[in-house]
């Protein structure tokens, strides 16, 4: 991966990008794009788009959302203790002990989630998020609703990790790795002039309503359109591969099988990585794929859509860890994907 590719993407999962708070982290991919972009816009939900060849009559959609699950402040107690609720699919168990930051109303401040010390009993082998508070240092309500106000988010404090064997590990990467990707494959698009028009748009709220999704393919209205996510490695110890699969990393991107997939498109994306010697592995979606693919696909009159996912380890905690080199071959087989295209090719699975 080149360097100043890399340094963008170590930017996007430093930043924050809780679902419903995307702004900041929407301007830095339109500042990356907009260098070789021949078209930069926004909508009204937040979505970020960048096009190369929009007059083109054959689109193609890219979405790869850019928001993180986190936490959202529900109540601030008479000792200045803030309570919270999830934001998205996220866990209370990893969060003892851990620090975070409060994307406060008036600046982001620093806390920790506290934990009962073990002398005094510990924490309940049984808890939730009603169970936990964050610590800002505060002394009191008044104190602290000077810097947080109800309906505030927060995150955890987490920095990019570069582990050995190039991987990447941290807080995020479920999508913000997506949301890289699409992006990569934008640049290296426009460098082959494309026969069809690319749309890569980095989505919002696909951890929380998927809203983001639904207005980029209804703005759009593409010929077809490819989700670009992530999915659950199962290559570390206490994963049952008899009811998970057998998803590893370094083992290339991942393509859905099921009833929300296009066969037209998964042949596509296989016959290139055969041609580019790209490994593909498979996950099965039989009925949904819980990714913006399922919105997308009902929109207007319908669109064709694909899956493709970067394996990914711990999901939904604060140390999930992808392959740069899984990375850098869904970014390759995509790209080879598009540029193999006409604008002629015909999608209807029954003639």
């Known amino acids: 991966m080149e360097f100043e590719s890399q340094n963008f993407l170590k930017e996007l999962l430093s930043t924050p990008s809780p679902s419903g708070f995307e702004m900041g982290i929407q301007r830095k991919w339109m500042d990356y794009v907009r260098t070789f972009a021949d078209k930069i816009e926004t909508d009204n939900i937040g979505n970020a788009y960048g096009v190369i060849n929009p007059d083109a009559p054959f689109k193609v959609l890219l979405a790869g959302h850019c ?3 986190g936490f959202m402040i529900n109540r601030i107690d008479e000792n200045g203790f803030l309570h919270f609720t999830k934001l998205g699919g996220i866990s209370p168990k990893p969060s003892i002990g851990m620090k975070v930051e409060i994307l406060g109303s ?3 401040i620093s ?6 010390a073990e002398h005094h009993g510990g924490i309940n082998d049984d808890f939730g998020f009603e169970d936990l508070y964050i610590d800002c240092g505060a002394k009191s309500k008044e104190e602290m609703e000077e810097y947080v106000q109800i309906g505030d988010l927060a995150i955890y404090r987490r920095n990019v990790e570069f582990l ?8 995020g990467l479920d ?14 698009v426009a460098k082959k002039n494309p026969k069809v028009g690319v749309y890569s748009v980095s989505t919002v709220n696909e951890e929380t309503n998927m809203g983001g999704a639904y207005f980029a393919a209804s703005q759009v209205e593409p ?3 490819l989700a ?13 591969k008899n009811k998970h699969g057998d998803i590893r990393l370094d083992g290339g991107p991942v393509l859905a099988k099921g009833a929300p997939i296009h066969h037209k498109l998964n042949n596509m994306l296989e016959e290139t990585a055969r041609k580019h010697k790209i490994n593909v592995q498979y996950e099965l979606t039989p009925r949904v794929t819980g990714t913006d693919a399922d919105r997308m696909r009902l929109t207007g009159k319908g669109v064709p859509v694909s899956l493709v996912s970067l394996p990914l380890r711990y999901m939904h905690s604060p ?13 390759t087989l995509i790209t080879e994907m598009i540029l193999s295209l006409d604008g002629n090719e015909n999608l209807k699975p029954v003639e």
């Open 319 to 331: 140390v999930e860890t992808a392959s740069l080199q899984d990375i850098e071959d869904e970014i």
């Open 67 to 69: 928001d993180e699950i």
């Open 106 to 108: 008036k600046q982001t």
């Open 228 to 240: 670009v996510d992530v999915t659950f490695a199962t290559d570390y110890p206490g994963v049952n």
């Open 223 to 225: 010929d077809f359109a």
């Open 111 to 116: 806390g920790v989630i506290g934990v009962n």
């Open 175 to 188: 999508n913000r790795t997506g949301s890289f990707i699409v992006a990569e494959v934008l640049r290296r």
């Open 164 to 171: 050995l064997n190039d991987r990447i590990s941290g807080r």
